[in-house]
């Protein structure tokens, strides 16, 4: 292999190796850009995740009042029935 032959070969590897480093560098950026989408995405569910668990509460906390109505109405009409089938004949 002559001089002239080495110098074309090193200039085929530089050329290969320079190609592989703006493809190499291209793949980084898109997975730059995935991960900043991912990020979002992950964000906005996160949000959306805490707007429910904040309505859930807030539910909850409106049905407590009814739901101690409930059972007190519950009990009267059990102790109602109770009266009626063993104390009223």
């Not at 049905?63 to 009990?75: D, E, G, H, N």
Request: proline share 1%; net charge positive.
């Amino acid at each position: 292999m002559n001089e002239s032959q080495k110098a074309a070969t090193i200039e085929l590897q530089l050329n290969r190796i320079e190609a592989l480093l703006i493809q190499g560098n291209a793949l980084r950026s898109e997975a730059i850009a995935l991960q900043k989408q991912s990020i979002e995405v992950q964000r906005s569910q996160t949000e959306k995740a805490t707007r429910i668990a904040n309505d859930a509460i807030d539910l909850q906390k409106r049905a407590r009042p009814l739901v101690k109505m409930l059972f007190v109405a519950i009990f009267i009409v059990v102790g109602l029935a109770i009266y009626t089938s063993f104390f009223r004949r």
